[in-house]
T-cell receptor, first 117, second 116 residues
């Protein structure tokens, strides 16, 4: 099983450019998450999705958009990249077990290192 | 703001010693989870403790949860150099149908270094 796969793994953008990060999971999980990780800040939740076609804002959603058109994919978009968005981005997914996601663990991708210059 | 905050931010010990990390959180939770992150890698789930549990063990890991103090601790016994990593607590809260249901928020992490 591939688990959670993020593409690309590395990317350098110029300020103002746009890009989309792709997260794909093959575990049939309902819940998916996008986090960013910065030194000394831990992981901060950007957006998350509780199912196909649904998205919700996390702690730091500004400057990002997401879409969950297919259950297995969760896309994170940067419309106009800024240097403040230089970070490592992680995607995660959780299963909805017997109608509840409450007591389930998250599975993480390997991360996307994004630099905005 | 972060839901969970770990303490200490960094911990350096010798192989064979025990390592204790603490996590404090602010709001009510359904469970608290601990994750490990090796340098340059994604997070890996270690252990989950439910809000109605006080202590849980898994191999060399021992987790405690005190909901009255809104705190948890992770103890790694007989540490090894391979335990060197960052450790994060994560809280899962919210009621079904509520606005925060399904959210999973992380703390800032503790960097553990185990010297051979």
């Amino acid at each position: 099983n591939a688990g959670v796969t993020q593409t690309p793994k590395f990317r350098v953008l110029k300020t103002g450019q746009s890009m989309t990060l792709l997260c794909a999971q093959d575990m049939n999980h309902e819940y998916m998450y996008w986090y960013r990780q910065d030194p000394g800040m831990g992981l901060r939740l950007i957006h998350y999705s509780v199912g196909e076609g649904t998205t919700a804002k996390g702690e730091v959603p500004d400057g990002y958009n997401v879409s969950r058109l297919k259950k297995q994919n969760f896309l994170l978009g940067l419309e106009s990249a800024a240097p403040s968005q230089t970070s490592v981005y992680f995607c995660a997914s959780r299963v909805n077990y017997r109608g509840s996601v409450v007591n389930t663990e998250a599975f993480f991708g390997q991360g996307t290192r994004l630099t905005v210059v | 703001s972060q839901q969970g905050e770990e303490d200490p931010q960094a911990l350096s010990i010798q192989e064979g010693e025990n390592a204790t990390m603490n996590c404090s959180y602010k709001t009510s939770i359904n469970n608290l989870q601990w994750y490990r992150q090796n340098s340059g890698r994604g997070l890996v789930h270690l252990i989950l403790i439910r809000s109605n549990e006080r202590e849980k063990h898994s191999g060399r890991l021992r987790v405690t949860l005190d909901t009255s103090k809104k705190s948890s601790s992770l103890l790694i016994t007989a540490s090894r150099a391979a335990d060197t990593a960052s450790y994060f607590c994560a809280t899962a809260g919210g009621n079904a149908g509520g606005t925060s249901y399904g959210k999973l928020t992380f703390g800032q992490g503790t960097i553990l270094t185990v010297h051979p």
